[in-house]
């Protein structure tokens, strides 16, 4: 059965730092691009950053540039995004989608797992 499975949500304050993983069961996530999401209560969901199959390629979203950190761990078949400086802003589900090709589009995406709740408050 494939599934993407998002971890490591949760409450911290604004300035902290936060990591959420994506683990893959049924296929291998070195065998296709990564991407994570978030949508903002009343938003529409965004593009945050994505790795195609080759690690070296990673792009973020300008709103989490220098911010955020994408890393992937093809022995654990996970994916990391590393989530430092955290706004009021960033409060959002996140998301991990894979599909054929690594870009900052929603459409790019076949599979997506069932999201994780970050929250940035005082």
């Known amino acids: 059965q494939v599934q993407l499975v998002e971890s490591g949500g949760g409450l911290v304050q604004p300035g902290g730092s936060l990591r959420v993983s994506c683990v893959a069961w049924g296929f291998s996530l070195q065998d296709y691009a990564v991407g994570w999401f978030r949508q903002a209560p009343g938003k529409e969901r965004e593009a945050v950053s994505c790795?195609?199959?080759?690690?070296?390629?990673?792009n973020y979203a300008d709103s989490v540039k220098g911010r955020f950190t994408m890393t992937r761990d093809n022995a654990k078949n996970a994916v990391y995004l590393q989530m430092n400086s955290l706004e009021p802003e960033d409060t959002a589900v996140y998301y991990c989608?894979?599909?054929?090709?690594?870009?900052?589009?929603?459409?790019?995406?076949?599979?997506w797992g069932q999201g994780t709740q970050v929250t940035v408050s005082s």
């Open positions: 790795s195609s199959k080759f690690i070296s390629n990673i």
């Open positions: 989608a894979v599909g054929p090709h690594g870009i900052l589009a929603e459409t790019a995406y076949d599979y």
